[in-house]
């Protein structure tokens, strides 16, 4: 298991190179950013990962660009990998994420993947002009789009949203940029199965497995599955030797983590009581914490 630390709902975006340097000196595999566009100020959209449907962080909780954020931490980092999770490409255009992934890619030597979902919040596409029941389908086909326009080469498309004709787009990335897709509805499930990997909604253990095993056959049934395919889970229990054994032999595994952030799932063992987490140093306590836990459980060896 590689376990990757999120950094969702963390205000402090002046701490983020600080962060990744030491997650990459304690061998965490990797770190992810969350995406907003625009936030309302009111929202009305039921938050689908609530029992209650509420969103647990504030309205000025901050949104940095994604792509900024990863470049100036693979900027000041050698080895850590770096992912969106989730960026809503859906909102933006094909040529915005071909340059933004193509560029990010470039400046971290490779060390990038593409984390996006359809979306859940309509008053933030509303505010974008931008249809919401359609916004999978939007989804879709820009990934296609920019896996054409991250060729390097001459491109053409035309589909439902999006048309252009003999355009190229430079630079580009000698490699490609994984395409990792979150979400669990059937639509999600299908769109990941496609692509690179699958980004983990919160669940329990059993339930995880049951999807991942789902996500497998979709791979098999599309010829897939003997290609490398990236699973990042985020669990609402803690991971057992079994459970990990349990899951299917062609996914590479890898665990997002909170060290420091409060969350509806439970609370981290390795944050203690009254510890001002937004303080780096305390952040910096937590990521240690989290990975003796990890090593006196034997869960860290393959990090």
């Not at 789009?145 to 190229?168: C, M, Q, T, W, Y």
């Not at 897939?224 to 899951?247: H, N």
């Amino acid at each position: 298991m590689k376990y990757w630390i999120s950094l969702v709902n963390t205000e402090e975006v002046d701490q983020f190179i600080s962060i990744a340097q030491k997650a990459e000196e304690l061998g965490f595999e990797g770190i992810t950013v969350p995406d907003h566009l625009v936030y309302p100020a009111k929202v009305e959209t039921p938050y689908p990962y609530t029992q209650d449907g509420k969103v647990w962080w504030p309205n000025t909780n901050p949104w940095t660009d994604p792509w900024i954020a990863l470049t100036a931490m693979g900027a000041a980092t050698s080895k850590l990998r770096m992912a969106t999770n989730i960026y809503l490409a859906a909102l933006r255009d094909p040529f915005t994420v071909s340059r933004a992934t193509s560029a990010a890619a470039i400046l971290t030597n490779n060390r990038v993947a593409c984390g996006v979902s359809a979306g859940w919040l309509k008053e933030e596409f509303d505010a974008m002009g931008v249809d919401f029941a359609s916004r999978g389908r939007r989804l879709d086909e820009v990934i296609k789009a920019v896996r054409a326009l991250n060729s390097g080469e001459v491109v053409s498309h035309k589909g439902e949203f999006f048309e252009f004709s003999d355009v190229i787009m430079s630079p580009v990335s000698k490699e490609s940029v994984p395409v990792w897709v979150g979400g669990k509805s059937k639509a999600a499930l299908r769109r990941a199965a496609e692509n690179d990997g699958w980004l983990g909604v919160p669940l329990a253990n059993e339930a995880m497995k049951q999807v991942i095993d789902s996500l497998f056959d979709l791979r098999r049934e599309n010829g897939k599955y003997d290609e490398p395919f990236d699973v990042l889970i985020s669990a609402m229990e803690a991971y057992t030797p079994d459970f990990i054994e349990s899951l299917d032999p062609a996914g590479t595994y890898h665990a997002s983590v909170l060290p420091w952030t409060p969350s509806p799932w439970g609370r981290a063992f390795w944050v203690k009581e009254g510890e001002d987490h937004s303080q780096l140093d305390i952040k910096i306590r937590s990521m240690e914490r989290f990975k003796e836990m990890m090593e006196k459980f034997g869960l860290w060896e393959n990090a």
